[in-house]
């Protein structure tokens, strides 16, 4: 069952009462997939129905922002997507009544296969690996390629033009709300953002959390992507956007070895491309015509949305309302984002 765990005791539900709502019979057994802050994903295996595995998926327990963690919208753009994105899981069914296990929840189908975490099983060659990361950014360019003009559901999403012009103030808000005496003078590179943002080059159904460790590889073929999971942060925007925040999370094997500390995906093994590889190959397939210098702004975006996402979990551990030591190295992470950021600011001149 991968990596699921026995669900821990905050985190537990009425399976009783899911059984009941589901219809299926009865839940043999649940288990919890760890990891995240975020939504909270569960493995529920049927009774009496031999390798029938399905996936449940709600909010944390607790506090939660206002329209954050909605279920009924991941479960609706997943439902939308069927039809024209075969990579999405088969949706079962949503709940809203909160009445059943104390929050919303939806039910998928589990999707058989592997996802890689931060390193690739050793016999994959070289060969294996470059084609499984072409694989992988050809789905995120599928994806962008999507109509989303022709499903009414996807179309709600979007807010019109100006997608990038909303990005960067709404993450440069964030930033501001979440300063701690330590933060860095971040105001050049904040300035440079503003001065130099692009107008939108599309309006097309974006993922916003594209990475490796988001994928299911097909269990007969590692170098083939089967699904793509964790749709919550999907909407409407600029997909060059899209890829800007997904090439921050893509530490190459050359990158120095406080970024190879932020590596979670296996981007670094023998055959995967670099990150100019995969926008040239991105930018080719998409019709998009970038120099690296009109590449520079999502590259150093990326990397100051990275940053904000740091120091929002930074300013809860500084501030004491977390102890987890985890969380420790998210301050001078910040500070290596700063001077990354400001390194690419320098170079454009």
């Known amino acids: 069952m991968n990596d699921a765990r026995p669900v821990r005791d905050e ?23 760890p990891g995240g802050a975020s939504n909270l ?11 029938r595995e399905l996936i449940l998926r709600r909010p944390p327990t607790g506090q939660k922002a ?24 088969e949706m079962i069914g949503f709940c809203e009544d909160e009445s059943v296990i104390g929050s919303p929840f939806y039910v998928m189908a589990k999707v058989d296969g592997t996802i890689p975490r931060r390193d690739l099983p050793p016999e994959m060659t070289r060969d294996e690996v470059s084609r499984l990361c072409g694989s992988a950014w050809d789905v995120l360019a599928e994806l962008h390629s999507v109509d989303v003009t022709a499903h009414p559901q996807l179309a709600a ?5 100006g997608y990038v012009g909303r990005q960067v103030g709404g993450w440069t808000a964030r930033f501001a709300k979440a300063r701690t005496e330590d933060t860095g003078d971040w105001s050049d590179i904040e300035a440079w953002i503003a001065a130099e943002q ?34 919550e942060m999907a909407t409407v925007g ?18 120095d070895e406080f970024f190879q500390a932020f590596r979670r995906q296996p981007s ?19 019709g998009y015509e970038l120099t690296p210098e009109q590449w520079r702004f999502y590259e150093v975006f990326g990397l100051y949305r990275l940053a904000v996402i740091a120091q929002q979990i930074w300013y809860r551990y500084f501030h004491g309302q977390t102890t987890n ?25």
């Open 11 to 33: 985190d537990a539900f009425d399976v009783g009462a899911v059984e009941r709502w589901l219809g299926r019979g009865a839940i043999e057994e649940v288990r919890q997939f």
């Open 41 to 51: 994903t569960y493995l529920l295996r049927l009774a009496g129905d031999p390798g």
């Open 66 to 89: 206002a329209g954050a963690h909605d279920m009924g919208r991941e479960h609706r753009i997943q439902a939308a997507l069927a039809p024209v994105f075969p990579y999405v899981p």
């Open 157 to 161: 999403l979007g807010r019109g033009e």
């Open 198 to 231: 692009p107008a939108d080059v599309a309006q097309v159904l974006i993922h916003n959390d594209f990475r490796l460790d988001n994928v299911v590889l097909d269990p007969d073929d590692p170098t083939r992507v089967v699904g793509v999971l964790d749709w």
């Open 238 to 255: 600029d997909p060059l956007m899209d890829l800007g925040g997904s090439m921050a999370y893509w530490v190459e094997a050359g990158d």
């Open 268 to 286: 670094q093994a023998d055959g995967m491309w670099t990150r100019a590889e995969i926008v040239e190959r991105y930018c080719a397939r998409m």
């Open 325 to 349: 030591e985890a969380y420790a190295v998210f301050g001078p992470a910040v500070g290596y984002l700063e001077k990354r950021c400001r390194g690419l600011v320098a170079e454009a001149g």
